[in-house]
């Protein structure tokens, strides 16, 4: 199984602009080895690589939607590899291809309707996107009167009562079980979420698939907040959050997204991406809704 993610079209580009980690090789790999099932199935044609998961009749892209926040083959627009895949199923296997940006269901709704499919394609979720500006006070402008006021007076006051804020990045198990710890104290079906095994799966995500660690850190060295991430040159990808719920009334996730977005800005990245979910606190703090789709098609079934 190792031999099948050595392939060089993992190297081509998503056909959707932007979308993180997800639709690469450590990312694909490290979520098949902890959370995968079923019968892993990997179109390569060279130009083009997609990556699929069969259930019974059941066809799926690997990675799971509520962990996966975006999907998209790579390389060739016309998606050779998922057409090739798709051709040597029986009839009525159903296709169920999630959380693709409007770029990638365009390109998959038409390939497979040119191999005879007839596909639907319905948005199912968003993204909340933020579009940086070239400085952070840019930002504060485009949020608005009433929202930069309150994450300036938000700031104000986690400063004056525990201050001065800072960001530290954690590495290793520790980090990652710091973040783990915090995350379980959370109300909830969030803080049921994180399982000893949902934490090892973190841990792999940090150690072989790039996911960073930050945390803020008030005046007296207390972690407040954490927040586990990925980076690109392009993009700030928020995958999680937690923080210490006896600081609440400090606000301490908005403070540390302040912080992480005028970091994310100085650093000359184009955008801050909360990925999946259409939280209103996004919003605040200016990002704008990322339509995802979700393309269906059985085999057998055709035009």
């Not at 977005?261 to 606190?281: M, N, Q, S, T, W």
Request: with cysteine; glycine share 10%; charged share 25%.
């Amino acid at each position: 199984m190792a031999d099948t993610w050595l392939t060089d079209a993992f190297n081509l580009p998503p056909l959707a602009p932007r979308v993180g980690p997800f639709p690469g090789r450590d990312w694909l790999a490290t979520w098949w080895a902890h959370r995968g099932s079923g019968e892993l199935m990997i179109g390569d044609t060279g130009d083009c690589l997609v990556a699929l998961v069969r259930r019974g009749d059941r066809v799926e892209f690997a990675g799971e939607p509520d962990l996966t926040d975006y999907h998209s083959p790579l390389g060739s627009p016309s998606v050779p590899a998922l057409t090739k895949l798709v051709a040597g199923f029986p009839e009525g296997v159903s296709l169920v291809l999630d959380s693709l940006p409007r770029e990638a269901a365009n390109a998959v709704s038409d390939a497979l309707r040119d191999i005879g499919l007839s596909p639907a394609c319905e948005q199912h979720t968003v993204a909340a996107v933020l579009d940086l500006p070239a400085t952070f006070d840019a930002y504060l402008a485009g949020i608005g009167k009433k929202d930069r006021h309150e994450l300036r007076r938000k700031r104000r006051k986690f400063d004056r009562e525990v201050g001065p804020a800072h960001l530290e990045r954690r590495s290793g198990r520790g980090g990652v079980s710091l973040f783990a710890d915090l995350h379980r104290q959370s109300s909830g079906d969030k803080g049921d979420f994180m399982t000893r095994e949902i934490e090892e799966f973190f841990v792999a995500l940090h150690t072989e698939a790039g996911g960073v660690v930050d945390v803020l850190v008030d005046g007296s060295g207390r972690a407040c907040s954490v927040i586990f991430s990925f980076e690109d040159e392009e993009g700030f990808y928020l995958y999680n959050s937690a923080f210490d719920p006896d600081m609440i009334q400090l606000s301490p996730g908005n403070v540390m997204l302040s912080l992480l977005i005028e970091r994310a800005i100085a650093e000359g990245k184009h955008v801050f991406d909360f990925l999946k979910g259409d939280e209103r606190y996004k919003f605040r703090l200016g990002a704008k809704t990322r339509p995802l789709y979700r393309v269906t098609a059985t085999t057998g079934e055709h035009t």
